[in-house]
């Protein structure tokens, strides 16, 4: 069994949580993985992404173009500029909602996102559009988009873990106060599904 899966999103949506949760699953089953991570700019609203490689015979953490299973996107616009990574048969998990870039704010043009969950649709096969704020005001916080799209991940099939293995290393990972709300987000997937 082998995965390849990329994350991307801005910073402070949690990407590099959920891809650490997805790692210490994959080491819990003793499943080899590999990871790394860009994430320079993640405080003030930049590009993050994730490559998360696990599975046999894997010498390097990096996604090759066209051999991603699954991108989990946390942002419209950095989810279409990851595309080129997905396999011919991948699945993408998006999230609706566009963080709008300081670029666009400052040059006064507008981005609403909605362009490129369509240019999504016409590209991607097997694709899932999570409408996050909805899903979040649904479970109470809007700090668990990376909880709800990994839900939706979990849901789909794509990924070799049940809710209950994310939890168990959630436990470890995620401070006591919020875990029963992030346990919640993770069960709560299917609630944002467009």
């Given at each position: 069994?082998?995965?390849?899966?990329?994350?991307?999103?801005?910073?402070?949506?949690?990407?590099?949580?959920?891809?650490?949760?997805?790692?210490?699953?994959?080491?819990e089953?003793?499943?080899?993985?590999?990871?790394?991570?860009?994430?320079?700019?993640?405080?003030?609203?930049?590009?993050?992404?994730?490559?998360?490689?696990?599975?046999?015979?894997?010498?390097?953490?990096?996604?090759?173009?066209?051999?991603?299973?699954?991108?989990?996107?946390?942002?419209?616009?950095e989810?279409?500029?990851?595309?080129?990574?997905?396999?011919?048969?991948?699945?993408?998990?998006?999230?609706?909602?566009?963080?709008?870039?300081?670029?666009?704010?400052?040059?006064?043009?507008?981005?609403?996102?909605?362009?490129?969950?369509a240019?999504?649709?016409?590209?991607?096969?097997?694709?899932?559009?999570?409408?996050?704020?909805?899903?979040?005001?649904?479970?109470?916080?809007?700090?668990?988009?990376n909880?709800?799209?990994?839900?939706?991940?979990?849901?789909?099939?794509?990924?070799?873990?049940?809710?209950?293995?994310?939890?168990?290393?959630?436990?470890?990972?995620?401070?006591?106060?919020?875990?029963?709300?992030?346990?919640r987000?993770?069960?709560?997937?299917?609630?944002?599904?467009?």
């Amino acid at each position: 069994m082998n995965k390849n899966i990329l994350l991307c999103g801005v910073g402070g949506q949690g990407t590099v949580l959920a891809s650490k949760l997805l790692a210490a699953a994959a080491m819990e089953k003793n499943i080899p993985v590999m990871s790394a991570e860009t994430i320079g700019m993640a405080q003030k609203g930049g590009s993050v992404f994730s490559h998360l490689r696990m599975g046999d015979d894997i010498h390097t953490p990096m996604i090759g173009k066209n051999s991603a299973d699954v991108i989990i996107g946390f942002e419209p616009a950095e989810t279409v500029r990851m595309l080129p990574y997905l396999a011919g048969n991948g699945c993408v998990i998006v999230n609706s909602d566009p963080v709008i870039p300081v670029t666009s704010v400052l040059k006064m043009s507008s981005y609403d996102g909605a362009e490129m969950i369509a240019y999504l649709k016409r590209q991607v096969k097997n694709l899932i559009v999570i409408d996050g704020s909805a899903a979040c005001l649904k479970v109470g916080s809007p700090k668990v988009l990376n909880m709800i799209l990994l839900g939706a991940a979990l849901e789909s099939g794509v990924l070799p873990f049940t809710a209950e293995e994310i939890k168990y290393v959630m436990q470890k990972r995620v401070k006591p106060q919020f875990y029963e709300l992030n346990c919640r987000a993770l069960d709560s997937a299917g609630s944002g599904k467009e």
